[in-house]
């Protein structure tokens, strides 16, 4: 994600939206003032609602396939660097299976796993 090798990524099917944590963006480096401040409410899976700080976009790049990719930016405790939600996941055309823990997307090579 941008020019770092984010690890710990989850992605998770059920997420409408694109997830960066505070504490990750801060280790890239990135300031509050590249984050545009809009504050909107995410309700998590245990049903509790979380103020986000606001939106930055950044370059993704997975399996040699690169899209800019929103993300909400959310100040807690991280499980997790990031979350990919629907929006990547639909714009990477790509088909993620829990089964099988893995995500196929088309790259420039054919299909990558």
């Given amino acids: 994600m ?3 090798n984010v690890e710990r990524v989850l992605v998770d099917t059920g997420s409408t939206v694109n997830i960066l944590f505070w504490q990750t963006l801060e280790k890239m480096g990135v300031t509050l ?8 409410t995410l309700t998590g899976y245990d049903g509790v609602a979380k103020a986000s700080m606001g939106d930055v976009k950044l370059q993704v790049q997975a399996g040699g ?3 800019k ?3 909400v930016v959310i100040d807690a405790p991280p ?4 979350i990919l ?3 990547w996941i639909y714009s990477m ?3 993620p299976s829990t089964y099988h823990l893995c995500v196929k997307f088309p790259a420039a090579t054919g ?3």
Avoid: D, H, M, W
């Fill in 2 to 4: 941008g020019e770092f």
């Fill in 69 to 71: 990719s929103k993300f």
């Fill in 111 to 113: 299909i990558y796993t």
């Fill in 65 to 67: 396939v690169t899209r």
């Fill in 85 to 87: 939600g629907s929006p």
């Fill in 33 to 40: 003032e590249q984050i545009k401040l809009e504050a909107r």
């Fill in 79 to 82: 499980i997790y660097n990031a």
């Fill in 93 to 95: 055309q790509a088909v």
